[in-house]
């Protein structure tokens, strides 16, 4: 594994890069960043040049600046950019697969950068504004909001953790993280709950430019998240666009049990 670091409007972004092959980049959702897609990563090294990166103000990808809510536009810029380090051009484009809000970036990556990228995966994308109850999402982002104004991060996660009501995958273990991984996730906590759930929770991807532009849009569900909100959005997404939604072992997580898991997003991409 090769690591680098790439300077940015506002911030300098941390990547990593495994194998040979076409650029597929891995995009995290969250608290996470590129250590929770190592595992993955490796599995699928042999097939592909694998890139996962810490999205700016998480982590190892610090800001030049105070933090501020996150723009999904920027974002997207983020990965255009990290994909032009690592050699992607027109003429080579990527594979994306993106994880929750980076399930969101890489949708908002194929709007912009068209001509970058071949097949998106959007695996359990959190577009609420897409649910039938919207409105019910909207007034859950202002009670977060409202918690954490007058209670801090517990109570936001709280408030946020109660309206999700999802239940966690089917019961295989995530690879247990590194003492220096779990820190810097819980250190992610307040930024996600302050600067990242807003914004994410609102946005509205281009549909129609998705719908009629040439990168393939895959979105992807968790067999094990029925009924959870993600994977209701991943769903309304796929009736959004016309096409169809796949199907990925476990849950909203379940790229952590990396084998299975690989295994589909392979024959995703190849199909």
């Known amino acids: 594994m090769k690591t680098e670091k790439l300077d940015v409007p506002g911030a300098t972004l941390y990547y990593e890069v495994r194998g040979n092959g076409p650029v597929l980049l891995l995009i995290c959702g969250?608290?996470?960043?590129?250590?929770?897609?190592?595992?993955?990563?490796?599995r699928l090294a042999g097939e592909y040049t694998v890139v996962t990166y810490d999205r700016?103000?998480?982590?190892?990808?610090?800001?030049?600046?105070?933090?501020?809510?996150?723009?999904?536009?920027?974002?997207?810029?983020?990965?255009y950019r990290v994909l032009g380090a690592v050699g992607v051009t027109e003429d080579e484009p990527a594979?994306?697969?993106?994880?929750?809000?980076?399930?969101?970036?890489a949708l908002e990556l194929a709007a912009r950068f068209p001509g970058m990228v071949r097949t998106v995966v959007a695996h359990e994308p959190p577009?609420?504004?897409?649910?039938?109850?919207?409105?019910?999402?909207?007034?859950?982002?202002?009670?977060?909001?409202?918690a954490y104004r007058d209670g801090g991060v517990g109570a936001a996660m709280g408030v946020f953790g109660a309206a999700m009501d999802m239940h966690g995958d089917d019961?295989?273990?995530?690879?247990?993280?590194?003492?220096?991984?779990?820190?810097?996730?819980?250190?992610?906590?307040?930024?996600?709950v302050q600067y990242e759930i807003p914004p994410v929770a609102t946005f509205v991807p281009d549909l129609d430019g998705l719908r009629s532009g040439a990168v393939r849009i895959v979105p992807a569900?968790?067999?094990?998240?029925?009924?959870?909100?993600?994977?209701?959005?991943a769903r309304e997404l796929g009736a959004r666009l016309e096409v169809a939604v796949a199907e990925f072992p476990g849950g909203h997580g379940g790229f952590g049990d990396a084998g299975p898991f690989a295994a589909k997003l392979k024959e995703v991409l190849s199909s």
Do not use: H
Not at 127 to 146: A, K
Not at 173 to 192: D, G, H, L
């Open 127 to 146: 577009l609420f504004e897409l649910l039938p109850d919207f409105d019910y999402w909207r007034s859950v982002m202002t009670e977060v909001s409202d």
């Open 56 to 79: 700016r103000g998480n982590s190892r990808s610090v800001l030049d600046g105070a933090p501020a809510e996150i723009i999904l536009e920027e974002q997207a810029d983020d990965a």
């Open 30 to 42: 969250g608290i996470y960043d590129a250590e929770g897609f190592a595992a993955l990563a490796d």
């Open 171 to 192: 019961g295989t273990p995530a690879t247990p993280p590194s003492p220096e991984f779990a820190a810097r996730m819980a250190a992610n906590v307040e930024f996600f």
């Open 221 to 233: 569900v968790g067999a094990a998240s029925m009924g959870e909100p993600p994977n209701r959005s």
């Open 95 to 105: 594979v994306v697969f993106g994880n929750s809000s980076g399930a969101v970036i």
